[in-house]
């Protein structure tokens, strides 16, 4: 059974940082699409950050909101995927969550995480 994990939310203030971990179980995170995904209250989750598996280069890419200051990263040793956030704004306050996506059939979300960008 496949399990996602995430860790590292919490409360921060303007401008501060935050590393995000995604830890896997019962798979190798490699094999798969990983994303980071944000959702508020009333709104549709979006995909902040994705990490491509690593037969296709392992490509990321950013939301245009978070460019520049968010980084998605891969350790395949530790069978975990990053998301380090510096520059944060109160605007990035969010539940996080992680997905692996290899197939419509293998396609899995952790529970989220709580991020609160606040004075």
């Known amino acids: 059974q496949v399990q996602l994990v995430e860790s590292g939310g919490g409360l921060v203030q303007p401008g501060g940082s935050l590393r995000l971990s995604c830890a896997a179980a019962?798979?190798?995170?490699?094999?798969?699409?990983m994303g980071w995904y944000r959702q508020v209250p009333g709104k549709q989750r979006e995909l902040v950050a994705r990490?491509?598996?690593?037969?296709?280069?392992?490509?990321?890419s950013y939301a245009d909101s978070v460019r520049g200051r968010f980084t998605i990263s891969r350790d395949t040793a530790e069978n975990t995927v990053y998301l380090q956030m510096s520059g944060l704004k109160p605007e990035d306050t969010a539940v996080y969550y992680c997905?692996?996506?290899?197939?419509?059939?293998?396609?899995?979300w952790g529970q989220g995480t709580q991020v609160t960008v606040s004075s």
């Open positions: 997905n692996g996506y290899f197939s419509e059939e293998h396609d899995y």
């Open positions: 019962g798979t190798r995170l490699g094999a798969f699409d």
């Open positions: 990490i491509t598996r690593s037969s296709s280069g392992s490509t990321t």
